[in-house]
Each structure stands twice: as structure tokens, then as C-alpha cells.
């Protein structure tokens, strides 16, 4: 690397050379020199992620209304079984391009990836809510998906900006971020949709928002992440971009065993007593591979549990909801979305450093199992009774939801070198998109399904549809277990 500068930093008795021409160099330097936590960094990851999670079930609350206005069910059951092809088109659309972004992402950077991310969200996301008939809404969703690539490239990010202290806290800052903008989302579309019907002395009929009743939510997100791109300038590269040496494979964590950058041959950290090799096949990286299946069924859970808890809240009475309004919704989610920013950010790093995020993840999913069964005896509830009951089992299920999340970041980050690590998680977005795809979709049609057995001698209801998420939650529990599960050291 003759010609070049370089700087030496003291690290560990050892003098290690950096390369001030590559960005990934520039930030493992400023992670040896600082050892506080690194805030600003944190800020621009919460900011970032949180513009990209908003839309993504923004819609849940008003897509009952949507699609009946819509006029393409012909009985009110069914609104619900078109409702969830449309939450599904997106995840259809993401599982269709993430692992080429993440290919992306470990060859030119992730920087470029998570601008085009905010760009797109920009664009899709407003004609999203212009949307005048069902096939707009499938394909504006869809591409929205499919050319966001975001989400695999920023927890790979999130790995590298931080010090192997502060990993726990980096990914759950991506993970807090993130469910937040799956609870405040919906809380925005809740609040802000059919503007002219709730707010009549504020939008009139006859205005833009009155033409367009779902637009309104779709725009004040769309201005957030023209913000979010601006902020991304602010970002810095974190991919190794050495001439003459294995790109990517050179870390913070790297650096501390080796006093000469290029001497590492693209390897780092173990797995049961074994060197990881960068050149290692993903598919063949089962601590990847079991971290990424578990995530995935988890995902699922997730995201049928989003959609079908917000239907669920605005189904009528008689067919086993509870009869509220999308601004009723909102509220409760906007609680919802307080609460889980607040465990995220002060008692889930403290808890995973203590427990370990298995340990943690495999916990919080047997605690939501009696939550979870608890939902059809909360819809007989009435009142304020109603309100503060399914707002304080919100707020819990959405807590252990994100940190059993956050869990399987850790792991799937930890499985790999940085040069593949764009790559995993693009594979993880891809395998993860298509069991959220299913989520809506199955969940839309067990709902639709559910109430029109009220009268069923076994699991009546929606008691049947909970049942069906127990079984998936505690599926997921067992795959937490050995020899199911491989935790890279």
C-alpha cells in the first residue's frame, strides 16, 4: 500500500496502521480512539430506520376503509381477505430484490443503498396514498418494496459503526427504531386518515385531502424521509475499500489482534471454537442460516399480528371485534410506540448484556403466548375498562415483539465477516419478506375466515385466529433451542 497515507494508532500495547484513504479504515480509527458511546451515530441509525419502517404498516389502520372504498368485495366479510393482499404486495416486493441490494451494499458501499432506500420511499409512498383503485395500491406497495433495499445494508451498518461494546445497543437502536415506525405508523394513518370526516372544519370535502381521504398519512411520512435523505449525507461509509488487500474483511475488532491490516486474510471472530472465513459460502454458515429461519418465523408472527390486530380493532362488535374507530387505533398505538422506545433504548441493552439475546428472545416469547391468549377475553371489555386494557397489552406485545427482533440481529451479524455481511442480511430481508407476505395474506383471510364462525364449538371466532399465532410463537420458541439454533461466539 506503498504511496498512500497511513496513521498509526497505539491499540492494546500494538501499533496499528489505518488507512486514511479508505472510509471504513477513517471509522475503525474513530472507534479505537473514542470509547464512549457513540450517539450520533445512534441518532442518524434511529432517524434513518425509522423513515424507512412508517410506511411500511402505516396503512393497517384506514386499509379496511381503503379497500371498501375500493368497491371490489362484494360482502363485508371479505374486505379483510382483499385488505391482506395488499400489506402483502410490499413484502412481496422487498423478498424479490433484498439479497441483490445487499450484494450491492458489500461492493459499493452502504451509504448509496440506504439513500436510494429514503428516495424511494419519497416517491412510492405518496402514490401510494393518491391511489384511486386496488391494482394502483398493489403496485405502488409493491415497488415500494422492491426498491427499497434499506433494512438489510443498516444492520450491517449498525454492526460496524459501533464497538463490540456497544453492538447490543446499536442493533437495538435499529430494532426500537423500527417497531417504533411499526407502531407510530399506523398510529399516523389512525389519526390522519379520512381527514375531512374527522377534522371537517380543518379539510373540506371538496379539498385534495377530501378527494383523496388516505393521502394525507402517505404525505406527512413522505416529508419525514425527504428530511431522512438529507440526513444521510451525514453518514459515514463503514465498507473497507483497500487496494492490493481482501476488501471488506477488515474491522475494529480485527484490528485489535493484528498489527498489520493486510495480514488478517479476511477472517474474524468463532463459532464453536471454529475462525469464520470470509470466503465461506452463506448457505453453508449455519449459524447464519438457523438465526435467519428463526428470525423469519418470528417475522411472520409479527407481521400477522399487525395486521390482524388492527382489523381486528375495527371489526364490528358482533363479529368479534371491538368496534373502534381507525382514530381509536392510532391512539393506542401511539402509547404503544412511547412505551416500546423507552424499554428499547434504557432497559433492552442492559438486560441482553446480563441474560444474552437468546436467552432474552426465548424468555419474551413464552411471555407473549398467555398475552396472546388473553386478546378474545379483552374484546368482551367495554369502555375505558377496554381501552386501558388492549393499550396495556399492546404496549407489552409489542415490547417482547422487538426485542426477540433484536435478538436475532445480534446473531445474524455475529455469523458473518463484514465483506459477506451486506450480503446476509440482504438474504435475511429476502427469506424474511416472504413469510411477512404471508403474514397479511393468511392473516387478512383467517380473520375474514374467523368471523364467520361465531358459532364453531371449537375456538369460535377469533379465538381461532390467536390460537394460530400461539402456535407459530411457540414453533419459534423451540427453534430457539439446540441443536436447532447455532450461536456464533
Same mark, same amino acid.
Given at each position: ?174 430494532? &426500537? $427504531?423500527?417497531?417504533? !415506525?411499526? @407502531? ?5 394513518? %389512525? +389519526? ?6 374527522? =377534522? ?124 373502534? &374507530? $381507525?382514530?381509536?387505533? !392510532?391512539? @393506542? ?5 412511547? %412505551? +416500546? ?6 432497559? =433492552? ?44 397489552a399492546s404496549l407489552l406485545k409489542n415490547v417482547l415483539a422487538v426485542s426477540i427482533t433484536t435478538g436475532t440481529f445480534i446473531l445474524q451479524n455475529n455469523a458473518v465477516t463484514q465483506e459477506q455481511r451486506g450480503a446476509a442480511n440482504g438474504f435475511s430481508m429476502t427469506a424474511m419478506s416472504l413469510f411477512k407476505a404471508a403474514g397479511p395474506a393468511g392473516g387478512g383471510a383467517l380473520l375474514s375466515w374467523s368471523e364467520k364462525r361465531q358459532g364453531a364449538t371449537l375456538l369460535p371466532g377469533v379465538q381461532m385466529v390467536f390460537f394460530i399465532l400461539i402456535v407459530i410463537e411457540v414453533i419459534g420458541i423451540i427453534m430457539t433451542f439446540k441443536p436447532f439454533l447455532a450461536v456464533p461466539k
Amino acid at each position: 500500500m506503498a504511496g498512500r497515507e497511513k496513521q498509526q494508532v497505539l491499540l492494546n500495547k500494538k501499533a496499528v496502521w489505518f488507512d486514511e484513504d479508505c472510509p471504513g479504515c477513517r471509522v475503525d480509527r474513530r472507534k479505537a480512539e473514542r470509547r464512549g458511546i457513540p450517539f450520533s451515530d445512534l441518532f442518524y441509525l434511529w432517524v434513518v430506520v425509522l423513515g424507512t419502517a412508517l410506511p411500511i404498516s402505516s396503512l393497517f389502520p384506514y386499509l379496511y376503509f381503503m379497500v371498501r372504498d375500493f368497491h371490489i368485495a362484494k360482502r363485508e366479510e371479505d374486505i379483510s381477505f382483499y385488505a391482506g393482499f395488499v400489506g402483502a404486495s410490499f413484502m412481496l416486493g422487498r423478498a424479490s430484490t433484498s439479497y441483490f441490494w445487499g450484494i450491492v451494499a458489500d461492493r459499493y458501499g452502504r451509504k448509496p443503498v440506504i439513500m436510494t432506500g429514503t428516495i424511494v420511499v419519497v416517491i412510492f409512498n405518496t402514490l401510494f396514498g393518491l391511489s384511486t383503485n386496488f391494482w394502483m395500491a398493489i403496485c405502488t406497495r409493491f415497488l415500494l418494496g422492491s426498491l427499497n433495499g434499506l433494512l438489510g445494508p443498516i444492520k450491517a451498518y449498525a454492526s460496524e459503526v459501533c464497538r463490540a461494546e456497544y453492538q447490543a445497543l446499536g442493533m437495538s437502536s435499529v430494532s &426500537t $427504531s423500527w417497531g417504533i !415506525g411499526l @407502531i407510530i405508523g399506523p398510529a399516523l394513518g %389512525g +389519526l390522519l386518515s379520512q381527514p375531512a370526516e374527522k =377534522y371537517p372544519s380543518v379539510f373540506s370535502k371538496d379539498s385534495l385531502f377530501g378527494r383523496f381521504p388516505y393521502f394525507l398519512p402517505s404525505l406527512c411520512i413522505s416529508v419525514f424521509a425527504v428530511v431522512v435523505t438529507i440526513v444521510c449525507f451525514s453518514l459515514p461509509e463503514t465498507l473497507h475499500t483497500h487496494k492490493g488487500c481482501n476488501r471488506g474483511s477488515i474491522s475494529y475488532e480485527n484490528l485489535e489482534a493484528s498489527s498489520d491490516s493486510c495480514d488478517l486474510k479476511g477472517k474474524i471472530g468463532e463459532t464453536d471454537g471454529k475462525v469464520l472465513d470470509s470466503k465461506r459460502s452463506l448457505f453453508s454458515n449455519w449459524p447464519l442460516m438457523s438465526s435467519v429461519i428463526v428470525y423469519c418465523v418470528f417475522s411472520l408472527h409479527d407481521m400477522a399480528y399487525t395486521e390482524i390486530f388492527s382489523l381486528w380493532a375495527v371489526s364490528p362488535k358482533q363479529d368479534g371485534g371491538l368496534s373502534y &374507530t $381507525s382514530h381509536d387505533v !392510532g391512539n @393506542i398505538l401511539a402509547i404503544s410506540g412511547f %412505551g +416500546l422506545m423507552v424499554f428499547q433504548l434504557f432497559l =433492552y441493552p442492559v438486560v441482553s448484556n446480563i441474560l444474552g439475546p437468546v436467552t432474552v428472545s426465548r424468555i419474551f416469547a413464552v411471555l407473549s403466548v398467555p398475552l396472546l391468549a388473553s386478546y378474545p377475553f379483552i374484546a368482551r371489555l367495554s369502555g375505558l375498562e377496554l381501552f386501558v386494557t388492549i393499550t396495556t397489552a399492546s404496549l407489552l406485545k409489542n415490547v417482547l415483539a422487538v426485542s426477540i427482533t433484536t435478538g436475532t440481529f445480534i446473531l445474524q451479524n455475529n455469523a458473518v465477516t463484514q465483506e459477506q455481511r451486506g450480503a446476509a442480511n440482504g438474504f435475511s430481508m429476502t427469506a424474511m419478506s416472504l413469510f411477512k407476505a404471508a403474514g397479511p395474506a393468511g392473516g387478512g383471510a383467517l380473520l375474514s375466515w374467523s368471523e364467520k364462525r361465531q358459532g364453531a364449538t371449537l375456538l369460535p371466532g377469533v379465538q381461532m385466529v390467536f390460537f394460530i399465532l400461539i402456535v407459530i410463537e411457540v414453533i419459534g420458541i423451540i427453534m430457539t433451542f439446540k441443536p436447532f439454533l447455532a450461536v456464533p461466539k
